[in-house]
């Protein structure tokens, strides 16, 4: 398993980031159980104070690259073959011999997180409400003018052969 190191340097006064390869293990198992590799966080730079981070994780049998705006289908080999400064920081496993797991009734929690999981999940419910009424209901300012011919909205007919969307 893998994690972002890093050791002090007294000549400097700084951290710095052990740049070394990290060794994953795709399947772990510990005691009885197994797990299996399904998530992991990658930082890239050479510092511990700085760089960038991005995600790989699988969806079922397929794995994703999660970078900012980007995702994009990628392999165990490409997360398995990084080398500094790309290391992996955080690695996410889940256990193998369990289909589901077991579901917590939320009383367990202490009666704190109780109250703010149900206004959350109140609060969640009135977000996707307004959202659903904006979308159904779609509202036109006064001051908005039709769309000038040929930028779609009916500015030209079926026939016309340049026809495109602004």
């Not at 999660?66 to 920081?89: H, I, M, Q, W």
């Not at 917590?104 to 704190?112: E, G, M």
Request: proline share 7%; aromatic share 10%.
């Amino acid at each position: 398993m893998g994690m972002l190191t890093g050791r002090y340097d007294p000549t400097s006064h700084q951290r710095t980031k052990l740049l070394q390869a990290v060794k994953l293990d795709r399947e772990v198992r510990l005691g009885l159980h197994q797990y299996e590799l399904y998530a992991a966080v990658v930082h890239c730079g050479s510092s511990v104070d700085s760089g960038h981070y991005y995600t790989f994780a699988k969806d079922g049998a397929e794995w994703f690259k999660f970078n900012d705006c980007s995702v994009g289908r990628t392999t165990a080999e490409n997360l398995c073959r990084l080398k500094p400064p790309e290391t992996p920081y955080i690695l996410f496993y889940s256990r193998v011999d369990v289909s589901e797991p077991e579901a917590l009734p939320c009383t367990i929690l202490p009666d704190r997180l109780q109250v703010a999981l149900t206004k959350d999940h109140s609060e969640y419910e009135a977000e996707k409400r307004q959202l659903s009424q904006k979308i159904l209901t779609p509202r036109r300012n006064q001051n908005d003018d039709p769309p000038p011919p040929g930028c779609g909205g009916g500015g030209f007919s079926a026939t016309s052969s340049n026809m495109f969307v602004c």
